[in-house]
C-alpha cells in the first residue's frame, strides 16, 4: 500500500530515520513527499542527502504535512508540540514512537480533536527487521489506522493493540534488542572463557539468535515446543537450562520487564 500526501517526521534520529528509510526503499513513499525538521544540522543534512526536503521550523513542518511522525525524545516531547502547534490542523495525523507519551499527553497539548496513532517500534527498523506495537486513539479512523500500519510494515513487524498494552510493548520488543544484545555478550564471554577467539564467538552467538528468531516466526510453533525440540534428556541443552533455572533466569527476566514498565509508565507522567 502506498502512501498518500505528504509524511513529516518532527526529529531525524536513529528511528526517525530508520523508519523514513525503510518507506523509501520500499517505495511506500517518494522522497519528494516527505519532510523533516530536526534541531541538529548534522540530521538535517542526513534527510537532505536522501533527497528530502527541509522545513525551516517545526510549524512548518505541521502547516505542510498530511501525517506527522513525532520522532523527539520523551523528555522534549512537550517543547516539540508547543513548537508545532501554530502549525497543526486536526486534519493532519499525529504518528507518535516517543516511549511513554500516550495519545491523551498529545491532544491535551494540542487539542482533543487531535488524531493520534501512538507506536512503539523497535531499532532492528534499522535493518527492515523491526516489531512495533500500535494504538489509535478513538477519534481516529480506519484509513488512519491503515496508514500506521502501512508505515511501520515498511520496516517489519506491526500489532495493533488497546494503548493500554503499549508499556508492555515497550519493555518487551522496544527495550528487547538490548536485552538480546546483553545475552550475546555474556555468551561471547564465557565461550571465551573456555577459548574460542571473540570475533568468533560473537558472529556464532548472533547467528545463533538470528537463525533461533527466523526458526519461531517460520515455524508458527511456541517458543516452548521448539526449546524442547532442541533439549536432549541429559544431554548439553539440559544441563544449561538447569543451571539458569537454579539462577532464577525466569525471576530475572520478568523483574527486568516489570522495572521497564514501570519506567515508560513514569515517562509520560
Do not use: W
Not at 91 to 108: D, H, K
Not at 180 to 199: N, P
Not at 261 to 268: D, F, I, P, Q, T
Amino acid at each position: 500500500m502506498a502512501l498518500s500526501g505528504t509524511v513529516g517526521f518532527l526529529g531525524f534520529g536513529n528511528m526517525g530515520g530508520a523508519i523514513l528509510r525503510g518507506l523509501i526503499g520500499t517505495r511506500t513513499i517518494t522522497a519528494d513527499r516527505a519532510l523533516v525538521y530536526d534541531v541538529l544540522e548534522d540530521k538535517r543534512a542526513a534527510a537532505a542527502d536522501l533527497g528530502v526536503a527541509v522545513a525551516s521550523s517545526p510549524q512548518d513542518l505541521a502547516r505542510a504535512c498530511n501525517t506527522v511522525v513525532l520522532a523527539v525524545k520523551p523528555q522534549s516531547m512537550a517543547d516539540a508540540l508547543e513548537q508545532m502547534k501554530p502549525g497543526f490542523s486536526p486534519n493532519t495525523l499525529i504518528v507518535t514512537i516517543a516511549a511513554g507519551i500516550s495519545s491523551g499527553y498529545i491532544q491535551e497539548r494540542l487539542g482533543a480533536d487531535a488524531r493520534v496513532v501512538r507506536v512503539m517500534p523497535n531499532t532492528p527498523a534499522l535493518v527492515n527487521t523491526g516489531a512495533a506495537g500500535i494504538a489509535v486513539s478513538g477519534n481516529c479512523t480506519k484509513d488512519d489506522a491503515a496508514t500506521a500500519r502501512t508505515i511501520f510494515e515498511s520496516i517489519g513487524i506491526a500489532e495493533t493493540m488497546p494503548e493500554a498494552l503499549i508499556d508492555a510493548v515497550t519493555a518487551l520488543s522496544g527495550s528487547g534488542p538490548a536485552y538480546f544484545f546483553y545475552m550475546v555478550e555474556c555468551l561471547v564471554q564465557a565461550a571465551t572463557a573456555h577459548g574460542l577467539d571473540a570475533d568468533q564467538a560473537t558472529r556464532l552467538a548472533a547467528q545463533t539468535v538470528l537463525g533461533a528468531g527466523r526458526l519461531m516466526l517460520e515455524s508458527g510453533e511456541a517458543p516452548s515446543v521448539l526449546r524442547e525440540r532442541v533439549t536432549s534428556k541429559g544431554g548439553t541443552t539440559a544441563a544449561a537450562l538447569e543451571a539458569f533455572r537454579a539462577g532464577g533466569f525466569e525471576r530475572l527476566i520478568a523483574s527486568g520487564i516489570d522495572a521497564a514498565v514501570a519506567r515508560a509508565k513514569e515517562l509520560g507522567q
